[in-house]
């Protein structure tokens, strides 16, 4: 089975090194000059739904509103974390993907946010959310977290202890929150917005950093507000109340990697049920992943990636974890790969979104096609 990923993680990858890892995002429509040019370019509300129409619209618009492909450090990061998965598994090709990782750590660093001591990174473009305003470069929790994974999971361990250190100083400096007894890690250094994967996220880093104290109470946080149900919500604000498929799958990830860095234990019958109503809700004997855990669609090109993400890195939990994850990526293959170019962005229910996506879906699924690749390779599976 493992022979069928090979022609498109070299598809992935050639379209991504041709265009120098620049690409669209989801969330990049206020890159859009014509946009700025208006004076509803200064009202939030106004933003956030050009943002949205831009994300929407399955005519991609953007270079008719004047914008640029822009290359992003998460995409990078991403990229390079299947490349060192696949250094490993290569066999005469090891080497050629260790040179590949190496490279785009080099472009990665060059990358990292202005203005700040600490190594962070942040995405090229202003964003204007449902909670807050982030401007271009301003970094953030997400893309410094995995920005620093791509050093840790390096071959030959390199910068990853400097980059692992600077991540978990700038969290714990810029983005560590407390108010009423409780203490955890939000977005961006603007925001106190209390949202889990993030959370999560940064905790399982701080981990991995030593900072074992904080991130015990900074992940007590989330476990602590995980549903009877086992459903976790984006986050505790009002707004933010629903339960989607890959955020879930972050958390669950995230507290797995907690558990297998620390040794601790104390989380596990909340993990157990958070992973069981995940696959109860979000996993179809089909593969096809379903968004909300109230609604199928629209059917997203994350959620296939942090699917198969999700399965391989919770298979502790699941003696069918690796012939899930193949179901997810063999019902992605064969509904989302727009004629073997690139992945689309989302199937709604009345139109398909081909906009190539190269954070959001090409470098997602380049990580999770390597991981599957390297899962199946180890399993001996035919």
Not at 2 to 20: F, H, M, Q, S, Y
Request: glycine share 8%; charged share 20%.
């Amino acid at each position: 089975m493992t022979d069928d990923l090979i022609p498109v993680l070299d598809k992935v990858w050639a379209d991504a090194e041709v265009a120098g890892f620049a690409g669209w995002d989801p969330y990049d429509g206020l890159n859009s000059r014509f946009f700025r040019s208006t004076p509803f370019s200064r009202i939030p509300l106004a933003r956030q739904a050009w943002i949205q129409l831009i994300k929407r619209s399955p005519l991609n618009l953007r270079p008719l509103l004047g914008q640029s492909p822009e290359v992003l450090a998460k995409g990078l990061a991403l990229f390079a974390l299947g490349a060192w998965r696949l250094s490993e598994v290569g066999g005469r090709d090891a080497e050629v993907w260790r040179s590949r990782g190496t490279l785009l750590l080099e472009k990665l660093m060059a990358l990292r946010s202005p203005g700040f001591d600490e190594i962070c990174w942040g995405y090229p473009y202003d964003w204007q959310s449902r909670a807050f305003f982030q401007p271009r470069d301003s970094p953030n929790l997400i893309c410094s977290v995995f920005g620093s994974l791509a050093f840790e999971r390096r071959a030959d361990g390199g910068d990853a202890h400097t980059v692992r250190e600077n991540v978990a100083r700038f969290i714990e400096r810029h983005l560590k929150r407390e108010s009423a007894g409780a203490t955890w890690i939000t977005y961006t250094p603007a925001t106190s917005t209390q949202v889990h994967n993030v959370n999560m996220l940064g905790a399982a880093l701080l981990a991995r950093a030593g900072s074992r104290d904080l991130a015990r109470t900074t992940m007590g946080f989330s476990v602590e507000r995980l549903k009877p149900n086992g459903s976790w919500p984006y986050g505790e604000a009002l707004n933010q109340a629903w339960v989607d498929n890959f955020h879930t799958g972050y958390n669950l990830v995230a507290l797995e990697d907690y558990r297998s860095t620390t040794g601790e234990t104390w989380m596990d019958e909340a993990l157990e049920k958070a992973y069981r109503y995940w696959d109860e809700i979000f996993g179809r004997d089909d593969g096809a992943p379903g968004y909300y855990d109230t609604g199928f669609h629209p059917v997203d090109i994350h959620s296939s990636a942090q699917a198969i993400l999700t399965y391989l890195f919770l298979a502790r939990l699941d003696n069918n974890a690796l012939a899930k994850a193949r179901q997810v990526a063999n019902w992605t293959l064969s509904h989302m790969w727009d004629r073997h170019r690139h992945f689309v962005f989302q199937r709604t229910r009345f139109y398909v979104n081909k906009v190539p996506m190269v954070r959001w879906g090409q470098a997602w699924m380049f990580w999770a096609l390597a991981e599957l690749q390297a899962a199946e390779i180890r399993s001996g599976a035919p």
